[in-house]
T-cell receptor, first 113, second 113 residues
Framework: NAGVTQTPKFRVLKTGQSMTLLCAQD?????MYWYRQDPGMGLRLIHY???????AKGEVPDGYNVSRLKKQNFLLGLESAAPSQTSVYFC????????????FGPGTRLTVT | GDSVTQMEGPVTLSEEACLTI???????????LFWYVQYPGEGLQLLLK?????DKGSNKGFEATYRKETTSFHLEKGSVQVSDSAVYFC????????????FGRGTSLIVHP
């Protein structure tokens, strides 16, 4: 049982490049989330999904897109990376039922130069 | 809307000192309350939780009691260790509310030998 995994762990992009971050969970959780974490800013929600085939915007969605084609995977895409997207990205999942805790992945450290 | 307020850090302690990290919340319903811990370079992981008033969550020597009358969920430990150095996040999630949990900004704890 691997829990929540994220790929890649580190990435450096040039401004304007695109990339996709992959999140996978093997706990059969309904809900999945993408956050970014910046110094002094806490966690900020980018997008989330409450089930396969559904996605919704969070607090800071601009510049990102997501897809949840399979229940176990949640992809985060950057179409044209900007230096402001330099951050650590965390994926999380949660069982159905809104009072449950979240399970976090180890994070992806992204630098955009 | 819901909110979580944590004391600002960093909190700096000597080994074996007592720890309290304050957390207060506002919520429209009856939330579940959580403390997460983030060790350097890792994702968040659940430390403890409480799902109803007067419940006490405990784990690894840490405790927190759900106080509905004061809308608080303070984290305590009687004797901290260097290995407890981490960032601690208070969070809430409402069963009848949004799909999105609400996190505090995090409190950094530094424990010196």
């Amino acid at each position: 049982n691997a829990g929540v995994t994220q790929t890649p762990k580190f990435r450096v992009l040039k401004t304007g490049q695109s990339m996709t971050l992959l999140c996978a969970q093997d706990m059969n959780h309904e809900y999945m989330y993408w956050y970014r974490q910046d110094p002094g800013m806490g966690l900020r929600l980018i997008h989330y999904s409450v089930g396969e085939g559904t996605t919704a915007k969070g607090e800071v969605p601009d510049g990102y897109n997501v897809s949840r084609l399979k229940k176990q995977n949640f992809l985060l895409g950057l179409e044209s990376a900007a230096p402001s997207q330099t951050s650590v990205y965390f994926c999380a999942s949660s069982p159905s039922g809104r009072a449950h805790e979240q399970y976090f992945g180890p994070g992806t450290r992204l630098t955009v130069t | 809307g819901d909110s979580v307020t944590q004391m600002e850090g960093p909190v700096t302690l000597s080994e074996e000192a007592c720890l309290t990290i304050n957390c207060t919340y506002t919520a429209t319903g009856y939330p579940s309350l959580f403390w997460y811990v983030q060790y350097p370079g890792e994702g968040l992981q659940l430390l403890l939780k409480a799902t109803k008033a007067d419940d006490k969550g405990s784990n690894k020597g840490f405790e927190a009691t759900y106080r509905k009358e004061t809308t608080s969920f303070h984290l305590e430990k009687g004797s901290v260790q260097v290995s407890d150095s981490a960032v601690y996040f208070c969070a809430l999630s409402e069963a009848g509310g949004s799909y999105i949990p609400t996190f505090g900004r995090g409190t950094s704890l530094i424990v010196h030998p």
